[in-house]
Structures are given as structure tokens and as C-alpha cells.
């Protein structure tokens, strides 16, 4: 199997990651699991966003894009 040798971390070991966070999520005790991995990122994030002076993290579109 090709995760048993190695190759998935070496070859793409953001994909490795995505699997486990994927099955990670799907375990019952995740619950358990979220103040050590979802909150560390949501803490990093909100911290990014203060440095950077952004008041309301937004993904969609702002009205320069549209009106351009």
C-alpha cells in the first residue's frame, strides 16, 4: 500500500494531511480533538486578520471586482 512505504508523505504531504484531518473529523471523538487542532487554527487565523488590519474576513466578491 502505498501509505504504508512513505510515498503519499513524500510525494504530496499536504494531501497526507487532508486525509487525516478528513478522518480525524469523521471520528466520534472528534468533539474531544477540536480545542487541540480547530481552535489553534481559528486562533492563528483571527490573529492574521488583526495584524493585517482586516475587520471582516470576506471570500466572496467586493464591489471594486464588480464594478471593474
Known amino acids: 500500500m502505498w501509505l504504508a512505504d512513505g510515498a503519499a508523505a513524500s510525494t ?9 484531518f ?5 471520528s466520534p471523538r472528534y468533539p ?4 487541540v487542532f480547530e481552535q489553534t487554527k ?6 492574521y486578520w488583526n ?8 471570500n466572496g466578491w467586493s464591489t471594486r471586482e464588480r464594478s471593474a
Open 51 to 58: 495584524t493585517q488590519g482586516i475587520p471582516v474576513p470576506f
Open 22 to 26: 478528513r478522518m480525524l473529523r469523521a
Open 42 to 47: 481559528a486562533t492563528n487565523a483571527s490573529a
Open 12 to 20: 504530496a504531504p499536504v494531501l497526507l494531511g487532508q486525509m487525516l
Open 32 to 35: 474531544q480533538f477540536y480545542p
